[in-house]
């Protein structure tokens, strides 16, 4: 089992920033990938970035050129520093991490945080 928390939510104007993090305990995988989801009322989850245990990263368009995911293998720890906040960036903001099993016959295993508020609004 894969503990996920996520912090760093918070109430920000327009065109400011926050940093979020999600530290990751339990059962870890060497393989793994860790994403960032929001939903914001009465939308669907949508991923906004996600960087694999090799450091790839992708991004949602919404995010590029705004977000920045990274992660420390070291810590278990991901982040995703957000600049030029807008209001629509407003959602519970998600860290989900995906374990590889490599072993046969098994699928990737996948866990969730509780997530973190986010508000943008002046």
């Known amino acids: 089992q894969v503990n996920l928390v996520e912090s760093g939510g918070g109430l920000v104007q327009p065109g400011g920033s926050l940093r979020l993090s999600c530290a990751a305990t339990?059962?870890?995988?060497?393989?793994?990938?860790m994403s960032w989801y929001r939903q914001a009322p009465g939308k669907q989850r949508e991923l906004v970035a996600s960087i694999t245990s090799g450091a790839g990263t992708n991004y949602a368009d919404s995010a590029k050129g705004r977000f920045t995911i990274s992660r420390d293998n070291t810590k278990h720890t991901m982040s995703l520093q957000m600049n030029d906040l807008k209001p629509e960036d407003t959602a519970i903001y998600y860290c989900k991490y995906v374990g590889l099993r490599i072993a046969e016959g098994r699928d990737p295993l996948d866990f969730w945080g509780q997530g973190t508020q986010v508000t943008v609004s002046s």
């Open positions: 339990g059962r870890l995988f060497t393989i793994n990938v």
